[in-house]
């Protein structure tokens, strides 16, 4: 895909998470408006995928840690055809398959049950190292939270990625500088992530996180047997690319009262008509 389809999968991973999320009433709007782009950009090109057969030995496998993300990752999923569209609306009602965070037990496309901040980056370190002693060709791609790294967890384990050198996975934080009960420096600050990485064995580099061209290039290129493991951070915007939801002093979680809806379907709204 190029630039421009690339954008277009970017904006309809929007818009169908803000109906779902909408549709549902309450929900992580912040976190999972803040990955859309990463998620256009592995799901839309660089993951090999398939579909129609989502157990596919040779795939690439995606990890979403912060799972309370999940949103995004579900409407990225549908838009790709792993499952009907129509579903979405179903999001965290009793009984679905679709629940508030990732589940691989029940929906199509997932390849690790995360919700557990901290959990998620040890599954994704397990598979990367199960790939490398099978031979095998496989990707992994782990989105962790920035509030996520907070738990020591993380850093057990991107310890571990970097002592076995496992450089078929790639590490990318989101960093969108909020967190559940406040932003990052007010809980506890993460100083310097990419020095952090670096000191702990990877190859750093940050990236817009709604710059999809710099995130083709930083996730495109196959890493060669001599590279370290690559951490991307991105810098990104809670609420991003939803103007009303990025000026809010904390989007991480919203009930939305009827005022907030409306503005929610203006931004719906908007986007829809940008594209058309």
């Not at 993460?190 to 290039?217: N, R």
Request: aromatic content about 8%; overall charge negative; glycine content about 10%.
């Amino acid at each position: 895909m190029n630039t421009r389809e690339l954008t277009q999968l970017a904006n309809d991973i929007r818009v169908e998470t803000l109906k779902a999320l909408t549709h549902l009433g309450f929900g992580h709007y912040g976190g999972s408006m803040s990955v859309v782009e990463t998620l256009a950009v592995l799901y839309g090109d660089v993951m090999r995928i398939d579909p129609g057969d989502p157990d596919w030995s040779e795939r690439d496998y995606f990890v979403l840690s912060k799972g309370h993300a999940g949103p995004a990752l579900y409407s990225t999923l549908a838009i790709k055809g792993y499952f009907p569209r129509e579903q979405l609306t179903t999001l965290n009602a009793n009984g679905t398959l679709l629940p508030s965070h990732p589940d691989r037990l029940k929906t199509r496309g997932v390849d690790a049950t995360t919700g557990s901040l901290g959990q998620g980056i040890s599954i994704a370190a397990g598979m990367a190292l199960s790939h490398r002693l099978a031979g095998r060709s496989n990707r992994v791609f782990c989105i962790v939270g920035d509030g996520e790294l907070n738990e020591g967890q993380c850093w057990e384990a991107f310890q571990f990625i970097a002592h076995h050198k496992l450089n078929n996975l790639t590490v990318l934080v989101d960093w969108n500088k909020q967190q559940l009960d406040g932003t990052l420096d007010e809980v506890i600050q993460p100083f310097d992530l990419a020095k952090k990485f670096t000191a702990f064995g990877f190859e750093a580099q940050t990236v817009p996180g709604a710059d999809i061209p710099a995130l083709y290039g930083a996730l495109k290129p196959v890493r060669e047997a001599q590279q370290r493991p690559l951490a991307i951070v991105l810098d990104s915007i809670k609420g991003q690319g939803v103007p009303w939801l990025e000026q809010l002093s904390n989007s991480h979680h919203l009930r939305l009262t009827p005022e907030q809806r409306q503005a929610i379907d203006a931004e719906i709204a908007a986007l829809e008509a940008a594209h058309d």
